[in-house]
């Protein structure tokens, strides 16, 4: 325990601290994860194996959508420029933040995040507009996509272990979610701030080359199998310490997923013998705590990674966002 204790530290701290660590976050995640794993007696070869085969998926997603991007990157920009225009970039944003939101439970969050990149990187914002649309983007599609069991692995993993149907989280968290979306993209408006030196980036933003585009696939790759690595590596942990907790401890506690693969530990947490309100708080909790710090979620790492954003960059804004609407949903799930 001891040393897990240690491993967590390292995680939390390390990226914010050592610049080398902060440039290379795939590599060190990568290695924490495999030293979780042997420290807590969790290295096995079925562990190998999920490793190996969980990143596929996203890998792929990542890999195509470069491609499709590279090819298809001068019509793209055209159109959401004109878009943007016709609407204007607050208003565009501001729904953009929803849309992608709300769609990611039926498109994925891997998806959504690749589109609000090719969106992001096409319109001219300042760079502190930029971090921050994609901060609070972000929040709202690792919201949306657990509204349905197809939008993300917490989803999928959490309807398998109750054994209910398709419309279950739609129904047990949507209450909570959908309003906070729409707020997050009215919210969206208010940090919109172009650059008035450039009416289009296409000409900043030549194609990436396919070598580019491999790499960055490669580094999501070593990312999430550093991540899953570093979930079941914590297991013991949670399975001492968390488990068997109230309902709104837990929900403060779940803010370690900022770190560490929510779906890891929602499938950890979550028992078919709970009720519905403890169930709600663990995944609110889960859910909110994702989008604070870039390991925390999918798209975090896949924005992050494509807009250059850095993990003292997020933490700055990322951080209090994140307490600020856990705090307001800790009034709504336990005081009223």
């Known amino acids: 325990m001891i040393g897990l204790f240690i ?5 939390l701290f390390l990226p914010f601290t050592v610049k080398k660590v902060e440039h290379n976050l795939e590599v060190f995640l990568f290695i924490m994860g495999i030293a979780a794993a042997i420290v807590s007696g969790m290295m096995n070869m079925d562990l190998i194996e999920k490793a190996l085969i969980d990143p596929i998926q996203i890998t792929l997603a990542v890999l195509i959508a470069g491609l499709i991007t590279k090819w298809a990157q001068v019509p793209l920009e055209k159109a959401i420029l004109a878009t943007s225009k016709a609407l204007t970039p607050r208003i565009f944003l501001g729904l953009m933040v929803i849309v992608l939101g709300l769609a990611s439970s039926i498109i994925t969050a891997i998806i959504a995040a690749i589109i609000l990149v090719i969106i992001v990187n096409v319109l001219p914002l300042e760079r502190q507009s930029e971090i921050r649309i994609t901060i609070l983007a972000c929040f709202s599609i690792g919201l949306g996509a657990a ?31 959908i309003p906070t979306v729409i707020v997050l993209g009215i919210i969206s408006i208010f940090f919109v701030k172009t650059n008035p030196s450039s009416d289009t980036l296409t000409a900043e933003n030549p194609a990436e080359s396919y070598k580019e585009i491999i790499i960055r696939a490669a580094k999501i790759y ?25 309902p709104a401890l837990l929900y ?10 929510n779906a890891t530990l929602a499938a950890a947490e979550v028992s078919p013998a709970m009720d519905g309100e403890t169930i709600r708080a663990i995944l609110l909790g889960l859910l909110i705590a994702g989008g604070m710090l870039i390991p925390g979620n999918i798209p975090n790492i896949i924005a992050a990674g494509k807009l250059n954003i850095t993990s003292k960059e997020w933490a700055v804004f990322g951080l209090p966002v994140g307490i600020i609407i856990m705090a307001l949903f800790f009034v709504i799930l336990f005081v009223f």
């Not at 491993?7 to 995680?11: A, F």
């Open 7 to 11: 491993i967590l530290i390292l995680v």
């Open 147 to 177: 509204l349905t069991p197809i939008g993300e692995p917490l989803s999928t993993i959490v309807v398998s272990k109750m054994g209910e149907d398709f419309g279950y989280l739609m129904g047990l968290i949507g209450p909570e979610v």
């Open 222 to 246: 070593l990312f999430v199998m550093g991540l899953t690595f570093l979930g079941h590596g914590f297991e013991p942990l949670i399975e001492t310490y968390i488990l068997g907790l109230s």
């Open 252 to 261: 403060w506690i779940n803010m370690i997923s900022a770190v560490l693969d």
